[in-house]
């Protein structure tokens, strides 16, 4: 409902107005499109960004010898933002164009699934256009990240301060 939303195919309103829109088209069903394009998308988002992270930072920290600083940790998540989407965007790209492809014509289907999508999107635009949008995603989610990696290097310090240990538990 959210890319339907964003994408102005249901008109201009509320995201309940689209839910009720979608669900009146299609049933239970149309609700779930692209799910599993999005689940695996999740999946190799959270498996890159939060191992680069670290790899980053302790980089950064024990190779540079860099303070364990806001300074560290925004560089870091920034470059573990960049990495995330380059891993992710073909998936991304997959889930908006598995869910958008009845929104045109509902009497056919372009892609069978996300290996389908891959080879007609390199066979007709080339392997570029699997990275469509990386720029944008990439802005939105950075700053995210930046918010979200501070944000929990400050909770481990504030863990480590409360319970008065050497290293924090998460």
């Known amino acids: 409902a959210v890319v339907s939303t964003q994408s102005g195919h249901y008109g201009r309103g509320t995201i309940f107005s689209t839910f009720k829109r979608i669900y009146n088209k ?3 069903s149309s609700l779930y499109q692209g799910k599993w394009p999005n689940a695996k998308r999740a999946a190799v988002v959270n498996g ?13 920290t024990n190779s540079l010898g860099w303070d364990d600083s806001i300074k560290t940790q925004f560089l870091a998540a920034l ?3 960049a990495v995330g989407i380059a891993f992710s965007q073909p998936f991304d790209t997959a889930k908006t164009r598995i869910m958008q492809q ?9 892609y069978e699934g ?10 007709n635009e080339g392997r570029r256009a699997l990275w469509k949008g990386a720029f944008p995603a990439w802005c939105r989610n950075g700053p995210w990240n930046v ?8 909770f481990r310090k504030l863990d480590q301060w409360k319970n008065e240990r050497d290293h924090s538990y998460f």
Do not use: H
């Open 26 to 28: 299609g049933g239970i």
């Open 147 to 154: 918010a979200f990696y501070i944000s929990l290097e400050q």
């Open 79 to 81: 470059v573990a933002s």
């Open 48 to 60: 890159v960004e939060i191992p680069c992270y670290v790899f980053v930072k302790d980089g950064l």
């Open 102 to 110: 009845r929104t045109y014509r509902t009497d056919i289907r372009v």
């Open 114 to 123: 996300f290996l389908d999508m891959c080879r007609l999107t390199i066979s």
